[in-house]
């Protein structure tokens, strides 16, 4: 059976506002806000400002879209096994903070990270969408393992948002920073599991269950 028209016309619109991200993306990257025009946008996306507007209220929401279209990028594509023991715990939390570091040392991402800063005070929704969309699913992400090492004994039954403070602390240092300031590039893969090791295996030291021991 072929496509019904009201397939096809969503199938259309969806891969319409799909140019229209690539092409805001590129464009607010390239031109930042101010420069980015609406007109600039379509002619990239190769549709009509009326297109345009059909999809997107405005600029700034075309914007906040681009940003939570970005950080999927932030999030750790992993299925995680559930640790039985602690070198497994060990491997786990490397393998979890080497693919978070990955993910945000993407220069896309960094270039969502400084506009997020730079429009902060003008567009805050940009910032809360990369925190909601970006930051928090890899918390959660991370919270939910270290919940579940703690239910099967690895890890002491201590706050799971301190254990994960910790840990991001322990795993970028002032690297982000620096990172965003241009003063540095991103590491290899083999900085990336070495910093990813050092964290975890600080956490395992601070955290590790007494009776686990035994």
């Given at each position: ?72 990028q932030m999030q750790v594509p ?129 955290y590790a269950h007494a009776g686990?021991?035994?």
């Amino acid at each position: 059976m072929g496509k019904t028209a009201k397939t096809a016309e969503s199938e259309e619109r969806a891969e319409m506002r799909d140019r229209v991200l690539r092409a805001g993306f590129a464009a607010f990257r390239e031109l930042g806000f101010d420069g980015a025009s609406t007109l600039e946008i379509a002619t990239r996306a190769r549709v009509s400002k009326r297109e345009l507007y059909a999809l997107f209220a405005d600029k700034q929401s075309i914007v906040v879209e681009c940003i939570k279209w970005r950080t999927r990028q932030m999030q750790v594509p992993l299925a995680l096994p559930r640790p039985s023991d602690p070198q497994a715990l060990l491997a786990t939390l490397t393998k979890f903070g080497t693919a978070a570091m990955a993910g945000i040392c993407d220069p896309d991402v960094l270039t969502v990270f400084r506009f997020a800063i730079t429009e902060a005070q003008r567009t805050p929704e940009i910032a809360r969408a990369l925190d909601e969309r970006g930051r928090e699913p890899m918390r959660r992400m991370f919270i939910d393992l270290i919940e579940k090492a703690q239910e099967d004994g690895l890890l002491a039954p201590v706050s799971p948002a301190e254990v994960s403070a910790f840990f991001f602390s322990l795993l970028w240092g002032d690297l982000l920073l620096r990172l965003l300031m241009g003063l540095v590039k991103p590491p290899a893969k083999a900085e990336l599991e070495q910093r990813a090791r050092h964290a975890a295996e600080r956490v395992m030291a601070a955290y590790a269950h007494a009776g686990r021991a035994r």
